[in-house]
């Protein structure tokens, strides 16, 4: 790899791993071309999602060519490294049939936003139930024409499994707590109906 990233490409030595791997790409056999000459559009972006703190990832191109920065490879699995510049469709295959109906509204100008959704993404062994909270935004070029997708996400699985749980705890402790009720009520109940006096009563019922 390239220790110093020519300044004429969009990735700037402060964007990390990422940055690097795509320096290193031959990008004269890859179908976006030579970094230099690509939009100014394309540039910007690519520095601001390799420069991010924040999950970002975006998709160029009539086959959606993807970049994506340190802090999103590092929920990616197995799928990293070797799909930096390569087409969304071919490494999100498994759950393409998710991902399409969004991303055509996003190509159409919709962006789109959504909480806490669920995916089954393959993450190196198998395909694992995962949650995410994400923003997709159109990239338009210089003529207005919408050529790409950019997108933030934050992975909400451990959030959304531990919310689950403590559901499952709660509706447990209101089973129980209704047993409980219903034997305490029996206990009184019989316990009136038995007993000669109020003194009488309260002694079974404490016993």
Not at 105 to 120: D, H, I, M, P, W
Not at 193 to 205: D, F, P, V, W
Request: glycine content about 6%; overall charge neutral; proline content about 6%.
């Amino acid at each position: 790899m390239n220790a110093s990233p020519r300044p004429d490409r969009p990735f700037p030595a402060t964007g990390g791993e990422c940055a690097a791997i795509l320096q290193a790409i031959d990008w004269s056999r890859h179908p976006l071309g030579e970094p230099a000459d690509w939009p100014v559009e394309l540039k910007t972006a690519v520095r601001i999602c390799l420069t991010s703190q924040f999950a970002s990832m975006l998709h160029w191109g009539p086959d959606l060519h993807t970049v994506y920065n340190d802090a999103y490879a590092a929920r990616l699995g197995s799928k990293h490294p070797g799909h930096l510049g390569q087409p969304a469709r071919d490494w999100w295959s498994e759950i393409w049939d998710q991902l399409d109906p969004f991303f055509t509204k996003v190509l159409a100008g919709q962006s789109y936003y959504t909480e806490n959704a669920r995916y089954t993404p393959d993450r190196g062994d198998k395909a694992r139930e995962a949650f995410f909270t994400h923003s997709h935004s159109p990239l338009w070029d210089e003529t207005g024409a919408i050529r790409g997708i950019y997108l933030t996400v934050v992975e909400t699985t451990a959030q959304v499994q531990a919310e689950a749980r403590s559901a499952v705890l709660t509706d447990e402790l209101k089973h129980r707590m209704k047993n409980t009720m219903a034997m305490v009520q029996s206990i009184v109940n019989q316990a009136l109906r038995r007993a000669t006096s109020l003194a009488e009563a309260r002694q079974t019922i404490t016993a």
